[in-house]
């Protein structure tokens, strides 16, 4: 059906950037909104930015100013570019998308298998 693969995961001292993509693959009609989600340990899966097919955006508020979405309709690709990061970023990042796969109307969300990102302070 749909397949996402997070990438651009990784290690990075306080203050640095990271950027994040995620790829959508598979049968699909059309993805709608798509996002990042992210998950530290003991703690709950939390929305870090979403954007829809048209370019609307929504941060959560640690992320504002510092984290900006992307998406590229033509590869089906999103982006996360995260600057200023601290040590409270450090969590798995997952990658979201509503879609609609057997009809052109009903959506279905779909998850990536997340990518870890460790900022040391």
């Known amino acids: 059906q749909v397949q996402l693969v997070e990438s651009g995961g990784g290690s990075v001292q306080a203050g640095g950037s990271l950027r994040l993509s995620c790829a959508a693959s598979?049968?699909?009609?059309?993805?709608?909104?798509m996002g990042w989600y992210r998950q530290a340990p003991g703690k709950q899966r939390d929305l870090v930015a979403s954007?829809?097919?048209?370019?609307?955006?929504n941060y959560q508020d640690s992320a504002k100013g510092r984290f900006a979405i992307s998406r590229d309709n033509t590869k089906n690709t999103i982006y996360l570019q995260m600057n200023s990061l601290k040590f409270e970023d450090s969590a798995v990042y997952y990658c979201?998308?509503?879609?609609?796969?057997?009809?052109?109307?009903?959506?279905?969300?779909?998850w990536g298998q997340g990518t870890q990102v460790t900022v040391s302070s």
């Open positions: 598979g049968s699909f009609f059309r993805l709608n909104t």
């Open positions: 954007i829809t097919s048209g370019g609307t955006t």
């Open positions: 979201n998308a509503d879609a609609a796969v057997f009809g052109p109307y009903t959506y279905y969300e779909y």
